[in-house]
């Protein structure tokens, strides 16, 4: 067999391999070692079952070539995060996409991340992609497949594959799994009942009458709060969202005096004086309490704020004022998004009708 011109590669053959026997090697490099001298840099581009298969893939090469040394997904994320470091101030958000990359790593018992970048498919970033959407809630897989679009754009930009795989990849979430909900008239009784016994517990209620979001409420200032009138003023997301006022539920009227006690400061903080974020709020507040009161793990902080404009509308409130409370222009993204009712409360309203 003629042997390869130079400058375009080789191909060699397993001797003892039963599949992807044939490794294709671009040109090798040369890197300074320790000491000053030459060493030796070979860059494997793969392993394919057929010479013909080898081939194709240094034609590629050839095409476009991928100068840097295999690497695997992993050190491309850890080479991506340490750009993002530099770029992202807010470090909740550092944190936030740390804590999505880990659900990466379990994933094929931790075998994805070990990879060479290059070689994976579109097809099986898909199953990737699926299998975060199949095993967390909507947001959460979405920050993973955030830092997983990252990390492979980052690879393309510095050469590392032939093309960014992860622009292939849609995602389609069914409604049920995607849609936040109230808690339910029984897991609203637990909460009420047990609340005083779970650290974060107060905070967990104090949502529920509230109606922040988690943002906007670890966001407050003990300012914010009239101790006279009892009225929170706060809100950030929106125009109509922002400097809303919430009227304290006689309920909460003691949780947040306490809270206000300490002094100047953020309205609720952790045990340092210390604002939180709303990361650490969920990890550190929401889990641990809503895990000790044996409530289910899809009730967010969110949900809360379904619970909020829920219970009020069952109580008959007005439309406006519930619109006002819950910070939107318009009662019908109110009722629409925000409204759960559940049997017992359409039940109680069936029952008022003569």
Known sequence: MAKRENGSGSIVRRRYAH????????????????????????????????????????????????????????????????????????????????TAWNRVKKLQDGTFVRRMIRDVSAGELREIVADLYAQYAKHTASLSRFALSATFKCAYENNY??????????????????????????????????????PGGDAMLAFCYLGFRVTAFCALNVEDYDPVQHIIRGGIKTAAGKGRIVPVHPDIIPIVDRWAA???????RNKKGKRYTAQLFRLQVWGPAREALGLPDDLTPHCARHTFATRLAAAGARPEDIKRMIGHTNYKTTSDIYINQDVETLRAAIDLVD
């Open 161 to 198: 594959v032939e093309r960014d795989n992860m622009q292939f990849i849609s995602v389609h979430v069914k409604d049920d799994q995607s849609k936040n909900r109230a808690f339910t008239n029984e897991e609203f009784r637990t909460l009420k009942e047990h609340w005083a016994e779970v």
């Open 19 to 98: 599949r992807t026997a044939y490794v294709a090697y671009a040109p090798a490099t040369y890197i300074l070692n320790e000491s000053g001298k030459p060493r030796r840099v070979y860059n494997n581009l793969g392993s394919y079952n057929t010479r013909a298969e080898a081939r194709e893939a240094l034609r590629r090469w050839a095409k476009n070539p991928v100068t840097a040394a295999p690497v695997t997904v992993q050190q491309v994320y850890e080479y991506w995060y340490k750009t993002a470091e530099l770029t992202i101030e807010n470090k909740g958000t550092l944190r936030s996409y740390e």
């Open 262 to 268: 300490a002094g100047p400061g953020p309205l609720y």
